[in-house]
């Protein structure tokens, strides 16, 4: 590992502290200007006349080229570092979400809101900050840099929210995306401490000298790889289905609308806490341990919620246990595929596990419509989270923690 | 050494934080609707008061109460009069807004799942 803030002249900029703080403020940003989509439904919708399955579906659009991208902005932020991948990234963005504001067809809608947005979440998103913290901090300190960038990526809804409706109700929704996809624009300048890891070049000691065509062939036969990817779906499938279904679940249990906002917010507020910590304990356990143990706890908690009369208590308690295990498994998965595949490949190699994710976020949302629709309960969408996280935390139980042999160097 | 690190992390999200609640002021005083205002729009009481203390004003003030929110003490309510707004604040609300930016949020890697909870959400008149 290349101590940059030793050899750079100026070392205030590239210091460990100032590159943490610039990405997690760049992670924050791409996930929170994202996150002000919903303020958009209804005006957006109204002033053209349609439908909000219209503005749905270039959102569900955003989330699959996200995930399709994924792989693609790894290979690139690989190749060619951290801080040109978020500088392209950033301007794709902007583009995205400037043209929101112009949008008179719904086809112009797909494409901004859509796919350019999706493309530039994929190349500014946690993963690419991960991938370059991974390069840029100290081992001992990753882990824990990975929990801090998932944490702040999660704070970003909390900022974002209320500066999106602060810039509707004081310009207008055309100027308010104007002036989101200005603030965009403020990755570029964060990018710079980021720009301290070149891409292509950083690669451990015990790290095999790998082109990207064989470390992705190499990745892909490396079992414990795959039973990541698999492991990941779930994660996906359950904090989907229980982002948009939660709440009419609890309000068809009785709960009332006040405490089932609260309850939502709880989730979120422990969620930042939770991702948290698993960065830190990924620094100091067994991430493979951590996740069998996130999986089954999730499986626990809702079954135990299911299955017992929902009152306020269970409620609050259900929500602040998941909060915590919400994207707890962002920074462990990440170190696991940095910990068997070094540093090298890690944003093309995490592009692919994420897409596994977005693919069952998809199916989470979708077949918790479709089968409380079927069957008039979401009941059994519960349970097949249930199974799904028993087979995570089974899947991820033989996963071996260590360098990949196909991506050891030979020892001399 | 990690305790540096734990120091950076809690003045970092301390300062998200704040940035977060000075923006939701800000916003919350942007979204306040001038006391000519009429039509529908969000009344906000102090949280003390009781629902039919809340309601009584809504009458007094003139307006029709449509609905009260997931937040027990911001109400929707319809005035045709001018200067219901006003009127909504001398009946004993503390305020009258258009949407207010007060929602749960949640974290997610599906923006359109987190899209449609806000929508559930959102305080709109």
Not at chain 1, 85 to 111: K, S
Request: aromatic residues 12%; proline residues 4%.
């Amino acid at each position: 590992m290349t101590d940059v803030a030793e050899s750079s002249p100026a070392r205030w900029l590239y210091a460990s502290s100032t590159i943490i703080v610039a990405g997690c403020l760049i992670a924050l940003i791409a996930f929170g200007v994202r996150a002000t989509a919903g303020l958009f439904t209804a005006p957006i919708s109204e002033a053209h006349g349609w439908g909000r399955e219209v503005f749905g579906f270039a959102m569900a659009m955003q989330n699959l080229i996200w995930g399709l991208a994924g792989p693609f902005a790894g290979m690139v932020a690989d190749r060619y570092g951290a801080m040109r991948v978020i500088v392209v990234g950033a301007f794709i963005y902007a583009a995205g979400t400037a043209l929101m504001a112009f949008a008179d067809t719904p086809g112009m809608l797909f494409l901004g809101g859509g796919v350019l947005m999706g493309i530039g979440i994929a190349l500014t998103s946690f993963s690419i900050i991960m991938a370059a913290f991974g390069r840029l901090v100290a081992p001992e300190k990753r882990s824990w840099s990975f929990g801090i960038a998932t944490a702040a990526s999660s704070m970003g809804q909390f900022v974002f929210a209320p500066l999106g409706q602060l810039f509707i109700a004081a310009y207008g929704w055309q100027n308010a995306l104007l002036l989101l996809a200005a603030s965009t624009l403020l990755m570029v300048v964060l990018s710079v401490p980021l720009g301290a890891s070149k891409g292509g070049v950083a690669r451990g000691e015990k790290e095999l000298d790998l082109s990207m065509r064989q470390a992705l062939w190499r990745g892909f036969g490396h079992g414990s790889y795959l039973l990541l990817i698999s492991g990941f779906f779930v994660c996906g499938f359950q904090i989907a289905f229980m982002t948009v279904h939660l709440p009419a679940y609890l309000i068809e249990r009785g709960i009332s609308a006040s405490l089932a906002a609260w309850a939502i917010g709880i989730v979120g507020l422990f969620n930042v806490v939770g991702s948290y910590l698993a960065g830190v304990y990924g620094g100091h356990a067994s991430r493979r341990q951590g996740l069998v143990f996130i999986y089954l706890a999730r499986s626990a908690i809702i079954a135990a919620f299911i299955l017992f009369p929902v009152t306020a208590l269970s409620t609050v308690l259900f929500t602040a246990s998941m909060g915590l295990l919400w994207l707890s498994t962002v920074p462990l998965t990440m170190g696991l595929v940095t910990l068997m595949f070094g540093t090298r490949y890690m944003a093309t190699l995490y592009g692919f596990v994420f897409f596994s994710h977005q693919v069952g976020s998809f199916f989470g949302v979708w077949l918790g419509g479709y089968l409380y629709d079927r069957y008039g309960t979401y009941d059994p969408v519960w349970w097949i989270s249930i199974a799904l996280g028993v087979f995570a935390a089974i899947v991820h139980w033989p996963i071996r923690e260590q360098l990949a042999a196909s991506f050891a160097a030979p020892a001399r | 050494m990690l305790g540096r690190d734990h120091r950076l992390a809690i003045g970092l999200f301390l300062s998200l934080l704040a940035v977060a609640i000075v923006a939701t002021m800000i916003a919350v005083r942007a979204s306040a609707l001038p006391d000519s205002a009429s039509g529908k729009m969000l009344a906000v009481f102090d949280p003390r008061l009781e629902e039919p203390a809340m309601f009584a004003a809504l009458v007094r003030a003139g307006g029709r109460p449509l609905r009260r929110t997931w937040l027990p003490s911001v109400w929707v309510v319809a005035g045709d009069a001018p200067g219901f707004a006003g009127s909504l604040k001398q009946a004993g609300a503390i305020g009258a807004y258009g949407e207010l930016p007060i929602s749960p949020e949640l974290a997610g890697c599906f923006a359109y799942a987190d899209a449609r909870s806000r929508e559930l959400f959102a305080l709109r008149p």
